[in-house]
């Protein structure tokens, strides 16, 4: 070692050895960037730039050597023999080649530390050659020992450049390498000149075709000047390639950002990039992700591994953000070459709204969307499964089923949005008395029904009882409509052992319960289920009614109180069952309404009215029915329009009768059709006033032509004060009006002279006809010549 330091400082210009020190430092350089940039090259490219980057390494080393050699100063004159310095600048260049080649060798194991010896030997090739070419008068004597050091540093250090410089893309592993290739060099260099002792000898003469020391300069500048523009082209490959590299990567996150999903490109198990959208999913910045291990995001093995057996495949994973939180996405993987080498990138698409929606969907359809409560198809499910878990344990199992009392005018009263907060209200008071094995779910409309599993029937009633008390207090607590419910129970298995028949019974329990006054429970019993098939048969046949000929019209007589003159007639519907008899229209025309079956009969009625009138000689008019259905029907008016055109009836003979209870569903609109039908001509009547909700608002809001009082209140006429007061009162109320006013129901003398003291228009009755058919009232419909009718 002191050897080498004395050498290094006692027989070198130091200026020139740090110039030897500037020139092997840009040959390494350059020697490396070429080196990286040959591996980048497409194939037939490489051995090019090897070449190139061997000229640039070669030379450097041999340029390193000699113009350190002309910084050694012996003392003596000196000289190179020509041919073995060119020689040892042909084995640099060579040598360097050779082990850059090997170094890129990507089959060969370990290729850049082998590639690393090559080179090193070629330093020493370089090295021991050109001293072979030096020639001074003397002998030169070498220590063996540092000879060998210096083979070993130039090749340990070369071969530790060449890994190094390869394994790091970066600028740094750049730099390291070729700081070790430069240490190799000089390393190498100066420990074999450490190793040379020059014996002088008179007798030895440099030979006349040595070259001289500026020879050698010349050569040396040479080289530098070539070693220096091959740093500065692989300067300018470094820049280009670098800008290229960063304007391809600018590309690709602009691309990657652009995606709306999130994107990775890994290599290995190493995430090498990743875009904003995967950033902002995870909660970390896009710049953060380089380098950071995938396991990080992915912590199950399953998902890595089946990313990398399954290309291209959509893989449901669990994502873990920089929080810890879980978050469920999906993940696709494909192939990709990125940076000369082969990657994967990763999509991955968040699931969280997905799901959300999957949820949403997946409630939706088993659960009512305004309530919240099961739907019916959830229901059905549970029942079943109820049953069969009833039937397995010897238990017993309550379907109560309930609907909400008047329902129907609420909504007509208050608006839907009210009937829809009223339906909410019920479905939150009644599942708050539920337990847990307990269900409650909406069936439709403001039908509802609960599952009970249960002991006893007992439990059943006294659960209705529960609902039933929360309803009326819940009323109390309420400023807009009121709420009332009935409720129908049936109980598995002693009324019914299949599910359809055990809510039809709990219905049929319902229909009870309603029929009895409503706002109670009631049980299933046997004979309810003969009156709920024979409520069904009747709407069965009543459909087929008109169709066979089983209606027809009958005509009561309308008088005059005083001079008992017949001035019409009102038309009143029966019913001819086959195989019943008579059908009374209290029980067919409920029916008839709720079933929507009140449209086309009552349609029929009018044109067989209107037709009938018609063919009468003497011009009476003729009072038809008309229900709140059809009322609220948007073709009355048009089909009476159309009735009075085909039949030729006057309009001023047709009187139109509405109770006050068909005019409570939407008001504005029963008015506007009542004005069109005042302006065809119709007369019209407002029917069984004081029964329904009598107002003399509507007295004044509707444009009535005749009051019909009821007849329950003219059959105590004349011996009850209350009802005569109510009569009195009624008839004054009808002249204040300028409406005349019919009294319906009469059936004694006293009654029709109560009427006539009173000094009401007219009458309708049994006392003054009976309804028949209308060919029994011939003789007022066409009376004959010369009568007094005719007259």
Not at 9 to 19: C, F, K, Q, R, S
Not at 50 to 73: D, K
Not at 757 to 768: D, P, S, V, Y
Request: charged share 20%; aromatic share 6%; with cysteine.
């Amino acid at each position: 070692m002191l050897a080498v330091v004395g050498c290094f400082l006692g027989e070198h210009d130091l200026w020139l050895v740090a110039l030897a020190a500037i020139i092997c430092t840009l040959a390494s350089a350059a020697c490396m960037a070429l080196l990286h940039h040959a591996r980048r090259s497409p194939e037939a490219w490489q051995w090019t730039w090897i070449a190139v980057a061997a000229v640039a390494g070669g030379s450097g080393i041999w340029a390193t050597h000699f113009i350190a050699m002309l910084a050694f100063e012996p003392g003596l004159p000196t000289g190179y023999a020509i041919r073995l310095t060119i020689l040892s600048l042909a084995y640099a260049i060579a040598l360097t080649g050779a082990g850059l080649a090997v170094a890129l060798w990507r089959a060969l194991p370990v290729a850049p530390v082998i590639g690393g010896l090559i080179l090193g030997g070629g330093i020493a090739a370089m090295h021991y050659t050109g001293m072979a070419a030096f020639e001074v008068p003397g002998h030169l004597r070498w220590d063996p020992t540092l000879v060998a050091a210096s083979l070993v540093l130039g090749g340990v250090l070369a071969a530790a450049g060449l890994q190094i410089g390869l394994a790091c893309e970066g600028l740094a592993g750049r730099v390291v390498g070729a700081l070790l290739i430069l240490a190799a060099i000089c390393s190498h260099h100066f420990t074999a000149m450490g190793a040379v002792t020059i014996v002088p000898d008179p007798s030895v003469a440099i030979t006349d075709s040595a070259l001289p020391t500026r020879w050698i300069g010349v050569g040396v500048a040479l080289a530098s000047v070539a070693i220096l523009l091959m740093a500065g082209a692989a300067l300018m490959l470094d820049l280009r390639e670098r800008r290229q590299a960063s304007l391809a990567r600018e590309r690709l996150n602009s691309l990657a950002n652009a995606a709306v999903e999130g994107l990775l490109v890994c290599r290995g198990e190493t995430i090498v990039n990743g875009n904003d959208s995967f950033g902002s999913l995870v909660g970390l910045s896009a710049s953060d992700l380089g380098g950071v291990p995938l396991a990080r995001f992915l912590p199950g093995a399953e998902a890595r591994l089946a990313l990398a057996g399954q290309p291209e495949q959509p893989i449901e994973a669990e994502l873990r953000g920089a929080e810890g939180e879980t978050i469920p996405v999906e993940l696709i993987v494909r192939p990709v070459t990125y940076g000369q080498t082969p990657h994967y990138a990763v999509a991955v698409r968040d699931l969280r709204a997905r799901r959300k929606a999957e949820g949403q969907i997946h409630f939706l359809a088993h659960h009512d969307a305004l309530t919240g409560l099961a739907n019916r198809a959830s229901f059905t499910l549970r029942l079943e499964r109820e049953m069969k878990l009833a039937a397995a344990t010897g238990g017993r199992l309550a379907v109560l089923c309930l609907d909400l009392d008047r329902f129907k005018e609420v909504n007509d009263l208050f608006g839907h949005a009210a009937g829809d907060a009223l339906l909410v209200t019920v479905a939150r008071s009644i599942t708050a008395l539920l337990g847990e094995n307990q269900l409650m779910a909406r069936l439709g409309g403001d039908e509802f029904a609960i599952l009970m599993p249960c002991d006893h029937a007992v439990a059943a009633g006294r659960l209705a009882e529960t609902v039933l008390d929360a309803l009326r207090a819940e009323n109390l607590d309420m400023a807009g409509p009121t709420i009332g419910t009935s409720i129908g129970i049936a109980i598995y298995p002693d009324n019914a052992d299949e599910r359809t028949l055990l809510l039809s019974y709990a219905d049929t329990a319902l229909y009870r319960a309603k029929s009895e006054g409503r706002g109670r429970y009631r049980f299933f019993e046997a004979t309810m289920g003969a009156q709920v098939r024979d409520r069904r048969l009747l709407e069965h046949d009543l459909r087929h009614a008109v169709a066979r000929g089983e209606l027809h019209l009958v005509y009561q007589p309308q008088s005059d109180v005083a001079s008992g003159e017949v001035f019409g007639f009102e038309v009143l519907l029966r019913w001819r069952h086959p195989t019943r008899g008579l059908v009374s229209p209290a029980i067919f025309i409920p029916i008839a309404e709720e079933s929507g079956l009140i449209l086309p009969i009552g349609e029929w009625v009018l044109r067989e009215a209107c037709r009938e009138a018609a063919n009468w000689t003497n011009p009476l008019t003729v009072a038809v029915n008309v229900s709140g259905v059809q009322i609220h029907a948007p073709n009355l008016v048009p089909l009476i329009q159309e009735v009075l055109r085909e039949t030729g009836l006057a309009p001023e003979r047709l009187e139109i009768e509405v109770t006050e209870t068909a005019l409570i569903r939407e008001p504005a609109r029963a008015q506007v059709t009542l004005r069109q039908l005042k302006a065809l001509g119709v007369r019209i009547a407002m029917d069984d006033f004081g029964t329904g909700y009598s107002s003399l608002s509507n007295l004044r809001a509707y444009p009535f032509d005749k009051i019909k009082i009821d007849g329950s209140f003219i059959r105590t006429v004349d011996t009850n004060e209350q009802t005569a007061a109510i009569v009195r009162s009624v008839l004054g109320l009808g002249r204040g009006l300028g409406m005349p006013v019919l009294a319906e129901g009469v059936e004694t003398a006293e009654e029709l002279n109560f009427l006539l003291g009173e000094n009401c228009a007219a009458a309708q009755g049994f006392l003054m006809g009976r309804p028949g058919d209308i060919s029994g009232f011939a003789h007022l419909t066409h009376p004959a010549k010369g009568s007094v009718l005719a007259a």
